[in-house]
């Protein structure tokens, strides 16, 4: 596993940035992104994204963890946090790539009581179940372009009915199963015991101790799988959560200050603006889509 080290962390395809939406999905054709990269994503990770890849029609080759599967029928790929994966297509391939940020994918694991999408999958599609998801998909692509009332519930409602789909087939198949090493471990039940306790501001030797190791040794291991540090992965999912409450609630910035665990709203809006480069007041006037520079 130590080629890991070597491959590149991408919030999305090339991207080094962190997430600048609020949104807690992000999804685009596949020819959208491809195109720009002449139909090869080479080899590279996520530290905190899920993606489910959606080949409708056409040619896909998928490398996995070092193992290849190329394909011509409808497919479904799972690929989880810290998966090292790329992708080649034919230019006459079509189909989706959704892109999950981890809180959406473990509110919905706690829900079901169990956790999700945590391995690589590839999912073959026969007829019906190509037509289900051809519909579903695409009702997720009107949804994510448009702003009607209710978006992000219907958003959400959408993908926990992708996420159901996906585990029952993953009980049922054996897909390519990822080989996670001890580190891979650790951090992914870090970013479990975040989602729970980051409003609580927990120091982040209390996520150590948790975790039975030692603070040292749990920055050294983010900044190996995630390329920064434990407090700034705590920071940036702070700031996910702030971004989403200043766009889709109707909350005061003290308000949301106080929902996030911060004692002063002064203190707060000086942690945003450090983050995103500007206050929360005008991120919400902007609608967290434009004059955005977010910090790298």
């Not at 807690?24 to 596949?30: G, R, T």
């Not at 599609?125 to 998801?133: A, G, I, K, V, Y």
């Not at 409602?157 to 001890?182: A, C, N």
């Not at 911060?262 to 889509?289: D, I, N, Q």
Request: charged share 25%; net charge negative; aromatic share 10%.
């Amino acid at each position: 596993m130590n080629a890991i080290k070597e491959v590149p962390v991408f919030k999305l395809y090339g991207e080094t940035v962190n997430w600048s939406a609020p949104d807690l999905l992000h999804m685009e054709s596949i020819a959208e992104r491809s195109v720009l990269h002449d139909w090869h994503i080479h080899p590279h990770q996520h530290a905190d994204l899920v993606q489910v890849l959606y080949v409708q029609h056409g040619h896909a080759t998928l490398e996995i963890e070092g193992r290849e599967l190329s394909f011509r029928q409808p497919a479904l790929q799972v690929v989880p946090p810290l998966c090292v994966h790329g992708f080649r297509f034919a230019e006459d391939v079509n189909g989706f790539i959704l892109s999950l940020a981890l809180p959406l994918v473990e509110d919905s694991a706690q829900t079901m009581g169990t956790r999700l999408l945590t391995s690589p999958h590839c999912h073959l599609l026969e007829h019906d179940d190509h037509l289900f998801m051809t519909s579903l998909f695409e009702r997720l692509w009107l949804d994510y372009q448009g702003r009607e009332e209710g978006r992000d519930a219907m958003l959400a409602s959408l993908v926990k009915v992708l996420l159901i789909w996906l585990h029952r087939r993953e009980r049922e198949t054996s897909g390519i199963r990822s080989s996670l090493d001890r580190g891979e471990e650790y951090v992914a039940r870090f970013l479990e015991l975040l989602e729970q306790h980051f409003r609580e501001h927990w120091p982040i030797e209390r996520y150590a101790s948790q975790l039975k190791i030692s603070t040292p040794h749990l920055n050294s291991l983010c900044r190996r799988l995630c390329h920064q540090s434990a407090l700034q992965v705590v920071h940036q999912r702070l700031v996910l959560e702030a971004k989403r409450c200043l766009v889709y609630t109707s909350m005061t910035v003290s308000e949301v200050s106080d929902s996030l665990g911060f004692t002063e709203p002064a203190y707060f809006s000086r942690f945003f603006k450090r983050y995103t480069g500007v206050p929360p007041r005008e991120f919400r006037l902007h609608g967290g889509r434009q004059g955005i520079n977010e910090s790298r």
